[in-house]
């Protein structure tokens, strides 16, 4: 049994993370944002003691200092998995997002440093954005944990989506300079997922609250999107529980140390997705987008980049799920949180 700081456990992909490594055996204490979230992850465990699970606020993770006593543990941790970031696209500054990605980022690897001499292995969730280049040609193009995306501190403002890649990529290179600088006595490993689909938290108080990946699952089912499919915008997609299979296996494999992990999935579109739902839930046939208004979700006619996700596969072994998989699981837990959209 390891024992485990994860932070931003009430998040889509730190909820399932915290489950996996529960399963697993290891023991987890989860940083939240406030007593009210603490309170719904412990309630929804009620069988484990502190030893095994255990909740900590930390509200400003920007703030200097800010995980020095949360690395403290007795026992002692063994490994971090640093989850805690922002992730929208409605920033009206930059700094909305840098801010709390880098500082946030650098800061628990200067706690650890100082204060949690037993770590020996930090996981840090960046994505897709720290390697896409959105300004060169998709055409031909095969995306691996080699590349970066180029992105400056000016495009950062050019819109919100730029902030976001700027903040990954930034809060990425700030970890991987602080190890080659700093040297540690733990090391570090990075997981670059894509889009995140997959079955959310019953524990989710209504779907107003949706994480941004699963939110056009959501329109498309209550009819939002019958109008005009959304974007797919990124035509890369990962399961969240394989994504937090490979967090957690991330700290279990010794030679998982140093590395990115791309975990990609494969290819899909919203219109896909749309599909998907047709078939496998026909109530809500007559809410999907049809012919033209299915336009927006399909590949653009000049193709999509590739990806090479076989780092993730060989040394960490995860199997990723298709994506019917994931879009029907995603689909039954949105109606295990509001029933009545299958009626309404």
């Not at 994860?6 to 204490?29: D, K, M, Y």
Request: charged share 20%; glycine share 6%.
């Amino acid at each position: 049994m390891t024992r485990v700081l994860l932070t931003g456990g009430s998040g889509f992909i730190a909820t399932h993370i915290l489950e996996t490594l529960l399963a697993r055996g290891h023991s987890v204490v989860t940083t939240v944002r406030s007593e009210q979230k603490a309170q719904a992850i412990l309630t929804a465990h009620p069988e484990l003691s502190k030893n095994r699970l255990d909740c900590v606020v930390v509200t400003d993770m920007a703030r200097d200092n800010a995980f020095d006593e949360v690395v403290v543990s007795e026992p002692p941790f063994q490994a971090v998995i640093h989850t805690a970031s922002p992730y929208h696209f409605n920033a009206k500054d930059a700094k909305e997002l840098l801010d709390p990605a880098i500082i946030g980022t650098t800061g628990i690897l200067k706690s650890v440093q100082k204060h949690a001499p037993t770590v020996k292995r930090v996981v840090v969730t960046s994505s897709f954005a720290a390697i896409n280049n959105v300004y060169a040609k998709a055409k031909g193009k095969v995306y691996s944990e080699a590349d970066w995306c180029p992105i400056t501190v000016d495009q950062a403002n050019d819109n919100p989506a730029n902030a976001y890649r700027a903040s990954k990529t930034f809060a990425e290179r700030a970890a991987w300079d602080f190890i080659e600088k700093e040297k540690p006595h733990f090391d570090l490993s990075v997981i670059n997922p894509p889009l995140v689909l997959g079955p959310i938290a019953h524990n989710l108080a209504s779907l107003s609250a949706l994480n941004t990946s699963n939110e056009r699952i959501r329109d498309l089912i209550t009819g939002a999107a019958k109008n005009g499919c959304p974007p797919t915008g990124n035509y890369l997609y990962v399961d969240v529980r394989d994504l937090a299979l490979a967090h957690v296996l991330a700290i279990e494999k010794a030679e998982a140390g140093g590395m990115r992990f791309f975990t990609v999935s494969s290819h899909f579109s919203n219109k896909e997705i749309a599909q998907i739902i047709d078939q496998e839930f026909p109530e809500f046939r007559s809410r999907l987008p049809t012919g033209e208004a299915l336009v927006p979700g399909d590949y653009p006619a000049d193709g999509v980049y590739g990806f090479d996700s076989s780092r993730a596969r060989e040394i960490l072994g995860v199997k990723f799920r298709p994506l019917k998989e994931s879009i029907v699981d995603a689909v039954n837990s949105l109606l295990a949180v509001e029933p009545e959209i299958s009626s309404s």
